[in-house]
Structures are given as structure tokens and as C-alpha cells.
Nanobody, 123 residues
Framework: QVQVLEFGGALVQAGGSLRLSCVASGGTFGIDAMGWYRQAPGKQRELVARITDGGITNYTDSVKGRFAISRENDKNTMSLQMQNLKPEDTGVYYC?????????????????WGQGTQVTVSS
């Protein structure tokens, strides 16, 4: 089973910066893509940014030009550098890992989630 751990959430003032990190570990797996999702109070979880094993990235429109996602493939880690934060960026940020996992009967595709890290941007 793949474990996903994210960290770096904090309380920050509007206009400030923050860096979130995520690390995947456990078992035998190969990562296809990693992504950051967020969930604001009373809202559905939404994709913020995603990066594939080949380095292809995509961002939700509201964070383009402010957030940058990156990966260290050999360490199964991913980071999200957030700049010029806005109050609407507030929420719980979750790391998502899409991976091929070696199970008892061979490889299978699955996805795994971290527990989330709170980002609060004050105005």
C-alpha cells in the first residue's frame, strides 16, 4: 500500500508565499502522475495542479502564473510553490498520487490520497 504524506500548510497573509510538499512511499510502485487538490469549506474538492511522470503540468485557471508544481522523480516527491496568495486560496490541500502498484497478482493501477494540510490566507 502506498502512503502519501503532505506538509507545509500554514496561516499566511494575502500576498504571501508558501511551499507545500508531498512524498509517496511504501511497497513497489511507479508513479504516473501527482497532483494537488484543495477543498474550501462548503465546496467540492477541486484540482489545483497536476504533473505527469513526463513532466507535463496543468493548472486550474485561478492559480496560473502564481503557483508552480514540480517533482523529484527519483525521490517520489512533489512540491507546490504558491506565490501571491489570495484569501480564496484557503482550504485543505490534498496530495494525490496516480500509480501502478505491484500487488499479489501483478501490477494494477490505483490512486492514493494524503490526509491533507491546511492553508489559510488572511486578508
Amino acid at each position: 500500500q502506498v502512503q502519501v504524506l503532505e506538509f507545509g500548510g500554514a496561516l499566511v497573509q494575502a500576498g504571501g508565499s508558501l511551499r507545500l510538499s508531498c512524498v509517496a512511499s511504501g511497497g513497489t510502485f511507479g508513479i504516473d502522475a501527482m497532483g494537488w487538490y484543495r477543498q474550501a469549506p462548503g465546496k467540492q474538492r477541486e484540482l489545483v495542479a497536476r504533473i505527469t511522470d513526463g513532466g507535463i503540468t496543468n493548472y486550474t485557471d485561478s492559480v496560473k502564473g502564481r503557483f508552480a508544481i514540480s517533482r523529484e522523480n527519483d525521490k517520489n516527491t512533489m512540491s507546490l510553490q504558491m506565490q501571491n496568495l489570495k484569501p480564496e486560496d484557503t482550504g485543505v490541500y490534498y496530495c494525490n498520487v496516480e500509480a501502478a502498484v505491484m500487488g499479489d497478482y501483478g501490477w494494477y493501477e490505483s490512486e492514493f490520497w494524503g490526509q491533507g494540510t491546511q492553508v489559510t490566507v488572511s486578508s
